[in-house]
């Protein structure tokens, strides 16, 4: 098992989002510094760079550790209930810069 995953996971790092109002639900990591959140497809996708460099365009890793983090969880991660003004306002300028780095 990645120490690596494990310690996102015990820093309660990875969550679900569950946006009522809008009934949008989402898997998110912070990053390590929580400045930023990446967006999680679980077993598929993650917006992290690592995903894309590592997994995706050189093929020398077959997940980033916020996939594997939530491989290890089983589905087991805090869950967060908001409303849409909230997500908009505080949460998704995180996860708009968690896809820019």
């Known amino acids: 098992m990645s120490s690596r995953a494990l310690k996102l996971l015990s820093e ?3 969550l679900k989002i569950l ?3 809008a009934k949008i639900d989402l898997v998110v ?3 390590a ?3 930023r ?3 999680l497809l679980p ?3 993650c917006s992290c760079a690592s995903f894309y460099f590592d997994v995706y365009s050189r ?3 077959d997940k980033c550790i916020h996939l594997r983090a939530f491989e290890i969880s089983k589905s087991d991660v ?3 209930k908001i409303f849409w003004e909230e997500f908009k306002n505080k949460l998704y300028p995180l996860i708009f810069r968690g896809m820019l780095t």
């Open 12 to 14: 309660k790092r990875l």
């Open 78 to 80: 805090p869950i967060i």
């Open 37 to 39: 959140m990446y967006l």
């Open 59 to 61: 093929r020398v890793k």
């Open 29 to 31: 990591s912070y990053g």
């Open 43 to 45: 077993g598929r996708f």
């Open 33 to 35: 510094n929580y400045d």
């Open 19 to 21: 946006v009522e109002d």
